[in-house]
T-cell receptor
């Protein structure tokens, strides 16, 4: 069975702390994503990666960075946590497709990390 | 910019009813459309994936259709059960040549309550 695992279900951190959210997938997927979900705003893409050591900004990258040193692991880093980063964070992965292909692939999500910054 | 809209925002039905959830998107240049289920405080569970060249997909009591030219998809749930209560999200993978790398644009979701 397909599996995306996020390291924590709940986290409470203090303002100014450096926070690491970890995500691991066991499906040998090329693509990995970090989204955040907020009431009234829905899911928004923070960063994504389509290969090891490759990363691209999503719609709301400010205040975040990412790391992908191994294919199965994608980390989201909050350099200096702020209260407006209190949110549900969701990691996802999907299989890469051939460049120019018209077929997309199914995305699989982790269980989410509820982060509270106080 | 792609925008995805889901209606209704919330739906409450008695057990046993057949129901339809709607999703519309503004840019028809999509690779696929995916329906997800989300239980409170949890992650997303993939329900159905429809490629842009397909018209519908079925899984058990669920049937999803896609009309790419009109920018619409529906999720049909037959014989609803209390266990179907959740938020249902649709998402499109946008592409116009090249590759999107699997990036999804989500609707706001429909909160479904099925009462016994």
């Amino acid at each position: 069975d397909v599996k995306v695992t996020q390291s924590s279900r709940y986290l409470v951190k203090r303002t100014g702390e450096k926070v690491f959210l970890e995500c691991v997938q066991d499906m040998d997927h090329e693509n990995m994503f970090w989204y955040r979900q907020d009431p009234g705003l829905g899911l928004r893409l923070i960063y994504f990666s389509y290969d090891v050591k490759m990363k691209e900004k999503g719609d709301i990258p400010e205040g975040y960075s990412v790391s992908r040193e191994k294919k199965e692991r994608f980390s989201l880093i909050l350099e200096s946590a702020s209260t407006n980063q209190t949110s549900m964070y969701l990691c996802a992965s999907s299989l890469g497709v051939v460049l120019g292909s018209r077929w997309g692939t199914e995305a699989f999500f982790g269980q989410g990390t509820r982060l509270t910054v106080v | 910019k792609q925008e995805v809209t889901q209606i209704p925002a919330a739906l409450s039905v008695p057990e046993g009813e057949n129901l339809v959830l709607n999703c519309s998107f503004t840019d028809s240049a999509i690779y696929n459309l995916q329906w997800f289920r989300q239980d409170p405080g949890k992650g997303l569970t993939s329900l159905l994936l429809i490629q842009s060249s397909q018209r519908e997909q079925t899984s058990g009591r669920l049937n999803a259709s896609l009309d790419k030219s009109s920018g619409r998809s529906t999720l049909y749930i037959a014989a609803s059960q209390p266990g179907d209560s959740a938020t249902y999200l649709c998402a499109v993978e946008v592409g116009a040549g090249g590759t999107s790398y699997g990036k999804l644009t989500f609707g706001q979701g429909t909160i479904l309550t099925v009462h016994p």
